[in-house]
């Protein structure tokens, strides 16, 4: 079957030929002797274009082999609990500098703290450990030292039964808190007739850290 082609493609190229000579056309002629050469040898060797079945399968079996060697390799089981345990140490060291990040960012200091009556330009007014229970209102009064901006206190205003056998959490005001040595800040109740008692104001940072605390009384007014 390729010889019919190549006896075709011969016979056509002669008669091109012949007909280019009688034009003379000679550069025609030359190209049309080239290619039909150059197809002939192509068509008589068509192994050098193209790898026969058995090479297709040698190849395909080896790249087979080597994929199959790398899957092996990469999911061994001890290599697999490996990788696992150090994804889980790595992990845990994270978790464990954050928290140090975080306790040290909370870190403040209290450098005062005072319950009063009122606040006039950033200071405390009638401030006390007694109080009667015919005041408007009380406050807590605290100066902070804190490098970090936005950071927050929290005052827990408590309240004791006469005995101390129980504790009320009567009000909580988170306060953001500047970047400042001395950053001035309160929080306020209203005092009413009926709240007579011992109280206590705890201070904390915004994860539980308690930075420090005041007691005070409200008394009656016939007392």
Not at 96 to 122: H, M
């Amino acid at each position: 079957m390729i010889y019919t082609h190549i006896f075709l493609v011969i016979l056509v190229t002669v008669v091109l030929i012949i007909f280019a000579e009688y034009q003379n056309i000679r550069k025609v002629s030359w190209i049309l002797f080239i290619g039909c050469v150059t197809y002939i040898l192509l068509m008589i060797d068509p192994k050098t274009t193209q790898p026969t079945n058995n090479e297709n399968n040698k190849y395909t079996n080896i790249d087979s082999t080597i994929l199959a060697n790398t899957i092996s390799k990469e999911l061994k089981p001890d290599k697999i609990v490996e990788d696992f345990i150090k994804e889980t140490e790595n992990a845990t060291t994270m978790i464990s500098d954050e928290i140090d990040v975080i306790d040290e960012i909370q870190n403040l200091d209290i450098l005062k703290i005072a319950i009063a009556t009122d606040i006039i330009e950033k200071n405390p007014v009638g401030v006390s450990r007694l109080f009667l229970n015919d005041i408007d209102a009380l406050y807590c009064f605290t100066a902070v030292d804190n490098t970090i901006e936005n950071n927050k206190i929290i005052h827990n205003w408590k309240r004791y039964e006469q005995d101390y056998s129980y504790e009320q959490d009567y009000f909580k005001s988170t306060i953001i808190v500047g970047d400042s040595p001395n950053w001035r800040c309160w929080s306020r109740i209203t005092i009413r007739p009926e709240m007579i008692g011992d109280w206590q104001v705890i201070v904390t940072d915004s994860i539980g850290n308690r930075l420090d605390s005041i007691d005070f009384s409200i008394i009656p007014t016939s007392e």
